[in-house]
């Protein structure tokens, strides 16, 4: 298995038009800590973001109808939102991507660059299904290659942080070969055998595959250099 770590541009400078009515009013994104996609297609995610608090509230409340549901969260010097909102195309894309592929996004994602219109990507998988994400997602917003490396999924300690359910809802996946190159079963597929929903499968797999990741960066099994430690080497290096 191999980590990767790429950034995307967007050609337009944003992902979601209503990211430049947050940007307009000083607030800043941070990161991305998670993403869930429903049924009916919104995504409900948590971001770090920065800046006047009542700054936040108005962008919130001059995005229309794409924000369904908000909340904010105090962080220390930072906020959390909790965002349900209606993505646009680019993002639909680009998260379809990832979905046709064997592959594990690792949490958080970081903005970067100048007003962190970009944002970096760590991702786990083989390198095949690594290689055509690439090549899809390259198709649709500029992507640059910061890093490529290995990692050891072989640490048993990962496991005892998911729940009975969640274990049993991986080893369905895995056997069901949900995470081949190319994927042999679909979220439907999992469902029928779990006695439960699509949408319910998903995000199990989102939140499994989100806490195991976190595991490995925090853990002690051997892998590409993180993207803490490479943010704090670039920083030393920009100054």
């Known amino acids: 298995m191999r980590h990767v770590s790429y950034v995307l541009t967007p050609q337009r400078g944003y992902f979601d038009r209503g990211a430049e009515r947050f940007r307009e009013r000083g607030v800043t994104f941070d990161s991305i800590r998670n993403i869930d996609r429903l049924d009916d297609g919104t995504i ?4 770090v973001v920065r800046g006047d608090r009542a700054a936040l509230q108005d962008a919130l409340e001059d995005t229309g109808p794409t924000v369904v549901d908000h ?15 209606r993505p646009s195309d680019l993002t639909r894309e680009l998260l379809a991507v990832h979905d046709r592929h064997a592959v594990v996004l690792e949490y958080p994602l970081e903005y970067a660059g100048p007003e962190n219109r970009r944002l970096r ?4 998988g083989r390198e095949d299904a690594l290689r055509r ?7 649709i917003v500029d992507v640059e290659i910061e890093r490529l490396g290995d ?3 072989t640490d048993e300690r990962l496991f005892a942080t998911l729940t009975a359910r969640q274990r ?6 895995v056997e069901a070969g949900y995470y081949e190159e190319p994927r042999q079963v679909t979220y439907e597929d ?18 499994i595959e989100a806490r195991l ?9 051997p892998r590409a250099e993180s993207g803490r430690d490479r943010n704090a080497t670039h920083r030393s290096a920009s100054r």
């Open 44 to 47: 409900i995610t948590q971001k």
């Open 71 to 85: 909340q904010l969260i105090d962080a220390g010097d930072a906020t959390i939102l909790q965002l349900h909102y």
């Open 121 to 124: 990507v760590d991702e786990i």
């Open 133 to 139: 994400v690439i090549e899809e997602t390259r198709a």
């Open 151 to 153: 990692y050891d999924p």
């Open 168 to 173: 049993e809802v991986l080893r369905v996946a």
């Open 190 to 207: 999992i469902a029928a055998r779990l006695d439960c929903s699509p949408g319910t499968v998903g995000q199990h797999l989102r939140r």
């Open 213 to 221: 990741m976190s595991t490995l960066v925090t853990g002690t099994g």
